[in-house]
């Protein structure tokens, strides 16, 4: 039985990483069809929204090496958006090559991740972006921007709130559709997601992406709600991480986050027992237990 409480939203969008950001961190490289029966798993569940690839160059992340591959082959379902992160230009026509019409850019909030992720600065990454939202724009693509270390950052330590809204601010202003603010690291705390989206004038813009190294996912899921924010990032099992942090842990499982949100009365459109189904499957596959509370928990029966 729900029991909703004061100020949250009736509805909440998932943005699905799990194909993309989940799978980029695996050791071992997970087959083409794997994968696009993954994503075909998480249409017949209800996402509206799923990352299914990235046209990343394939030394860099060879998990997602098979992109061109995986988008010719998937079956689409209507109604489903199955955005592409593209990391350059190069990629960007790709992407188009396929018949793309969203896309993701993935951004820095501070200097360090920025050089190690991007090969940039972080003044210097958006002479990467401007052209390639101009394209895609053009193009009739739409257009996300992902800013990894809003809350911190292993090399630089807490990242300021004013740093992470200037970036912020500045991709939005460039005509990205929303923006999804990463705690790459999961140092994040309610307080602080509290204050860094009220820094920003437009919360119904703004997404979040939390990663549950310390265990403040949800809460921290909970702090996004109450300012206002109703996209969530999520991965179905709880894979992934980030290949360029090591200190980055997997993402807010979705079925822990589904949980949540039945229970606040929150409506999701996903179908609990076929995320669970789907991420018992794939941790079969990938030869480990998922990470999920709530897989653990259900799939015990």
Sequence with gaps: MPYPMQGLPRQVSI????????????????????????????????????????????????????????????????????????????????????????????????????????????????????????RALESGVRVRAYVSMCFGDP???????????????????????????????????????????????????????FHDTYGQALGNTLAALQAGVTTIDASTGGIGGCPYAESATGNLATEDLVWMLRGLGIETGLDLGKLVSTSVWLAELLGRPSPSRVVQALSKG
């Design 15 to 134: 943005y699905e990483v799990g194909p993309r950001d989940g799978l980029q961190n695996e050791s071992a490289v997970v087959p083409v069809e794997v994968k696009a029966e993954f994503i075909e798993r998480l249409a017949d569940a209800g996402h509206k929204i799923i990352e299914a690839t990235s046209f990343v160059h394939p030394t860099w992340v060879p998990q997602l090496a098979d992109a061109d591959e995986l988008l010719a082959r998937l079956r689409r379902k209507p109604g489903v958006r199955y955005p592409v992160l593209v990391p350059n230009e190069r990629g960007l026509g790709r992407a188009l090559d396929r018949g793309v019409d969203e896309i993701a850019i993935f951004a820095s909030a501070t200097e360090t991740f920025a050089a190690k992720n991007l090969n940039r600065g972080l003044e210097s990454q958006f002479d990467m972006f401007e052209p390639v939202v101009a």
């Design 155 to 209: 090399w630089e330590g807490p990242t300021p709130v004013s740093q992470v809204v200037q970036v912020g601010e500045r991709l939005l202003g460039l005509g990205c559709y929303q923006l999804s603010l990463g705690d790459t690291i999961g140092v994040g705390t309610p307080g602080h997601v509290t204050a860094l989206i009220e820094a920003f004038r437009s919360p119904e813009r703004l997404a979040v992406h």
